[in-house]
Nanobody, 120 residues
């Protein structure tokens, strides 16, 4: 139902855009979040958005560098990542909640993950 894409290898200071696209679902009132997990570290929340009212939140570590957005025509949530740093290297996952909350209170779906690697 949800397909992630957009990861890759980029140099410090570079940009990537991750996508979490819904297939067969209209994201009229969902909570969508991006999480990341680096090797040997716990999973951490990066950002979330409520597709119903557009409310957004960001982790302090990414504020001012990452931007989450929702394209209702494409039923896709994007995470634009600018000013990437080596410490942003991780597998990024999108998570979906069918109640429209941000932060998410339940996790109804997890994406397969996409690798983001930032070289120094």
């Amino acid at each position: 139902q949800f397909v992630e894409s957009g990861g890759g290898l980029v140099q410090t200071g570079g940009s990537l855009r991750l996508s979490c696209a819904a297939a067969g679902v209209t994201l009229d009132y969902y909570g969508i979040a991006w999480f990341r997990q680096a090797p040997g570290k716990e999973r951490e929340a990066v950002s979330c958005i409520s597709t119903g009212d557009g409310y957004k939140e960001y982790a302090d570590s990414v504020k001012g560098r990452f931007t989450i957005s929702f394209d209702s025509a494409q039923d896709t949530v994007y995470l634009q990542m600018d000013g990437l740093k080596p410490e942003d290297t991780a597998i990024y996952y999108c998570a979906v909640e069918e109640l429209g909350n941000c932060p998410l209170t339940e996790y109804h779906y997890w994406g397969q993950g996409t690798q983001v690697t930032v070289s120094s």
